[in-house]
């Protein structure tokens, strides 16, 4: 998609733990802490290849493979600022209705199909009505 719209589109990511996956929220933490180390896209990436078996050794190993200082991660996780991250995505999910993840949306839309091809046409329509408003 933003090979597509590379000056269009922008890729927001937010956080939405389900509480029925035990690691979720500690996920969550790791992922907005490595962003202080300039690594989120990476750990969040390699957090979802691990997903069916995350736990705390993973998450250490992953920080490790990404060259983090796992101490200031760690620390990080449970910063006041994370946790209002966390806390500020939460309840945007639960009020746009998100329900499970991934979720994708488009202006705020939900996407009822993440295939490239309805993806791309939710973002043409979008940027019709956008220069309709101009």
Same mark, same amino acid.
């Given at each position: *998609?933003?090979?597509?719209?590379?000056?269009?589109?922008?890729?927001?990511?937010?956080?939405?733990?389900?509480?029925?996956?035990?690691?979720?929220?500690?996920?969550?933490? #790791?992922?907005? #802490?490595?962003?202080?180390?300039?690594?989120?896209?990476?750990?969040?990436?390699?957090?979802?290849?691990?997903?069916? &078996?995350?736990?705390? #050794?993973?998450?250490?190993?992953?920080?490790?493979?990404?060259?983090?200082?796992?101490?200031?991660?760690?620390?990080? *996780?449970?910063?006041?600022?994370?946790?209002?991250?966390?806390?500020?995505?939460?309840?945007?999910?639960? &009020?746009?209705?998100?329900?499970?993840?991934?979720?994708?949306?488009?202006?705020?839309?939900?996407?009822?199909?993440?295939?490239?091809?309805?993806?791309?046409?939710?973002?043409?329509?979008?940027?019709? #009505?956008?220069?309709?408003?101009?």
């Amino acid at each position: *998609m933003l090979e597509q719209f590379p000056e269009e589109v922008k890729v927001v990511f937010k956080n939405f733990p389900l509480k029925s996956q035990r690691f979720s929220l500690k996920a969550a933490q #790791a992922s907005l #802490a490595a962003a202080e180390q300039g690594k989120f896209r990476e750990f969040h990436d390699r957090l979802f290849e691990n997903h069916a &078996r995350l736990n705390d #050794a993973v998450i250490k190993q992953i920080s490790e493979e990404l060259a983090l200082d796992f101490e200031k991660l760690s620390q990080d *996780m449970n910063s006041t600022a994370i946790r209002n991250i966390l806390i500020r995505d939460l309840n945007e999910g639960r &009020r746009i209705g998100i329900r499970g993840i991934p979720a994708v949306l488009v202006n705020g839309k939900m996407a009822e199909s993440r295939s490239f091809e309805d993806l791309a046409a939710m973002v043409e329509e979008e940027l019709r #009505a956008a220069e309709h408003r101009r």
